[in-house]
């Protein structure tokens, strides 16, 4: 899944060991979820889509739950005492030895950077063949962050912690993301001359832009365009943040492209959905993993468009319509109050309100198949599997467990008796 293609070796380490307390979770922070992917995961495709050939995850506390989400996508390496970032990169040191190249640091619980960002980085580092290249943002606020410390010539001199800043140096607005570029041979050497002679008696990376300074190596540094995407996740609060920083980027990015969303704030469209020309989405709309809508479609107000789902030109899908693993052919409205699952639905059909695939049995789940052309009465059972032929009418309130072939009429329901009322 290689987006970019450098002249140099790249790999990634991923910082993925602290504990993060502030979650108040039982699980660890970094398998929380942000459009139902873990933010290591996150972390981990971006590491993927800018072309690292190699991906290490340091991980420490709850390791178990972070190994879980990521498996064999990653390489492993263990930071048992939270001693600095330093640290965690020295506990990788071993995946470094005997590489020449550029290793990329990240973190797992910074995972809306836009992958042409970090390619910027990269490709800036090795194009003026720095030997370390930083993003950095620029806050107005910059409290709590390690402040950019430049020559008089805008050269990278340091970083200082907030924590280490003396009264003049927290004046400083240019901030460290934690997001770095390194040589992979350099880092080895300045890490070797890292301490942890500071207030929390820990091992900075950041030192080491200080050591290859004094070293006369080159440094440099990208600053970040839009300062939402080091954002970072610490506790819930920051989780939502993310989240609502995402779905507007994802929706603002739709509406560019000609989907017509009428109310960003109550729709949430999951990063891999494609949506054709045209479409309309309606408020509080939920289109989630895998889905693809065709061109001039009709999606919502309450819509739930689950995984799987490939929608044609020319659809409906109503007010409180939920469909999963679905096929919708062109031209067909499921307008509302609908459950569809595990289903493949032909073009120009109508789905009455109240219609429900039954697909699932307490075990197994099982598909339903509707032709073209065909009107789902309202109020109708599908019991699945079943084979709705072309050019079928099943008649309203009918629970259908039995093919209907092509042409013909469905209904299943007892006969209507009229009985006189009993006087009580």
Same mark, same amino acid.
């Given at each position: =899944?290689?987006?970019?293609?450098?002249?140099?070796?790249?790999?990634?380490?991923? =910082?993925?060991?602290?504990?993060?307390? %502030?979650?108040?979770?039982?699980?660890?922070?970094?398998?929380?979820?942000?459009?139902?992917? +873990?933010?290591?995961?996150?972390?981990?495709?971006?590491?993927?889509? *800018?072309?690292?050939?190699?991906?290490?995850?340091?991980?420490?506390?709850? %390791?178990?739950?972070?190994?879980?989400?990521?498996?064999?996508?990653?390489?492993?390496?263990?930071?048992?005492?939270?001693?600095?970032?330093?640290?965690?990169? =020295?506990?990788?040191?071993?995946?470094?030895?005997?590489?020449?190249?550029? *290793?990329?640091?990240? !973190?797992?619980?910074?995972?809306?950077?836009?992958?042409?960002?970090?390619?910027?980085?990269?490709?800036?580092?090795?194009?003026?063949?720095?030997?370390?290249?930083?993003?950095?943002?620029?806050?107005?606020? +910059?409290?709590? !962050?390690?402040?950019?410390?430049?020559?008089?010539?805008?050269?990278?001199?340091?970083?200082?912690?907030?924590?280490?800043?003396?009264?003049?140096?927290?004046k400083i607005k240019e901030i460290n993301s934690g997001i770095y570029c390194f040589d992979i041979e350099e880092l080895l050497k300045a890490l070797e001359k890292v301490n942890n002679n500071n207030v929390q008696g820990e091992y900075y990376l950041t030192d080491v832009i200080k050591i290859m300074n004094?070293?006369?190596?080159?440094?440099?540094?990208?600053?970040?365009?839009?300062?939402?995407?080091?954002?970072?996740?610490?506790?819930?609060?920051?989780?939502?943040?993310?989240? %609502?920083?995402?779905? =507007?980027?994802?929706?603002?990015?739709?509406?560019?492209?000609?989907?017509?969303?009428?109310?960003?704030?109550?729709?949430?469209?999951?990063?891999?959905?494609?949506?054709?020309?045209?479409?309309?989405?309606? +408020?509080?709309?939920?289109?989630?993993?895998? *889905?693809?809508?065709?061109?001039?479609?009709?999606?919502?107000?309450?819509?739930?468009?689950?995984?799987?789902?490939?929608?044609?030109?020319?659809?409906?899908?109503?007010?409180?319509?939920?469909?999963?693993? *679905?096929?919708?052919?062109?031209?067909?409205?499921? +307008?509302?109050?609908?459950?569809?699952?595990?289903?493949?639905?032909?073009?120009?059909?109508?789905?009455?309100?109240?219609?429900?695939?039954?697909?699932?049995?307490?075990?197994?789940?099982?598909?339903?198949?509707?032709?073209?052309?065909?009107?789902?009465?309202?109020?109708?059972?599908l019991v699945a599997p079943i084979n709705i032929g072309d050019d079928v009418l099943i008649a309203a309130g009918s629970t259908i467990t039995e093919d209907v072939p092509s042409g013909k009429m469905g209904i299943a329901r007892e006969r209507q008796i009229n009985k006189d009322k009993k006087n009580k």
């Amino acid at each position: =899944m290689e987006f970019y293609d450098y002249e140099e070796y790249v790999m990634t380490i991923i =910082m993925a060991a602290g504990k993060g307390t %502030r979650m108040k979770s039982k699980k660890s922070k970094l398998v929380h979820e942000i459009y139902g992917k +873990p933010l290591v995961r996150r972390t981990v495709e971006l590491a993927e889509k *800018v072309g690292s050939q190699e991906i290490i995850a340091v991980v420490g506390h709850l %390791r178990e739950q972070v190994q879980a989400v990521l498996g064999d996508s990653v390489k492993y390496a263990y930071q048992d005492e939270l001693l600095g970032t330093g640290h965690a990169v =020295m506990q990788a040191r071993k995946y470094l030895e005997g590489k020449k190249g550029k *290793v990329i640091i990240l !973190y797992g619980d910074v995972p809306i950077i836009r992958p042409e960002t970090l390619h910027n980085l990269i490709s800036k580092s090795i194009k003026n063949k720095e030997y370390a290249t930083l993003l950095t943002a620029k806050y107005e606020n +910059p409290t709590g !962050y390690g402040r950019i410390i430049r020559d008089e010539g805008g050269n990278i001199k340091a970083i200082v912690e907030e924590k280490d800043a003396d009264e003049n140096q927290r004046k400083i607005k240019e901030i460290n993301s934690g997001i770095y570029c390194f040589d992979i041979e350099e880092l080895l050497k300045a890490l070797e001359k890292v301490n942890n002679n500071n207030v929390q008696g820990e091992y900075y990376l950041t030192d080491v832009i200080k050591i290859m300074n004094e070293e006369g190596l080159k440094t440099g540094a990208v600053i970040v365009e839009d300062n939402t995407e080091i954002l970072g996740v610490n506790d819930r609060s920051q989780l939502e943040l993310l989240t %609502r920083v995402l779905r =507007m980027r994802i929706n603002a990015e739709h509406m560019r492209n000609g989907v017509t969303i009428e109310d960003s704030n109550s729709t949430y469209i999951y990063d891999d959905v494609e949506i054709g020309v045209d479409t309309i989405i309606h +408020p509080n709309t939920i289109i989630k993993n895998n *889905v693809k809508i065709g061109d001039n479609c009709e999606i919502g107000p309450n819509a739930y468009i689950r995984e799987n789902c490939e929608i044609a030109n020319d659809v409906k899908v109503g007010s409180f319509v939920e469909i999963k693993n *679905v096929k919708v052919g062109e031209g067909t409205k499921i +307008p509302h109050l609908s459950y569809l699952g595990d289903s493949e639905i032909g073009s120009n059909g109508n789905i009455g309100c109240g219609t429900i695939t039954c697909n699932y049995d307490g075990v197994n789940k099982h598909k339903t198949s509707i032709g073209n052309n065909a009107f789902i009465g309202s109020n109708v059972n599908l019991v699945a599997p079943i084979n709705i032929g072309d050019d079928v009418l099943i008649a309203a309130g009918s629970t259908i467990t039995e093919d209907v072939p092509s042409g013909k009429m469905g209904i299943a329901r007892e006969r209507q008796i009229n009985k006189d009322k009993k006087n009580k």
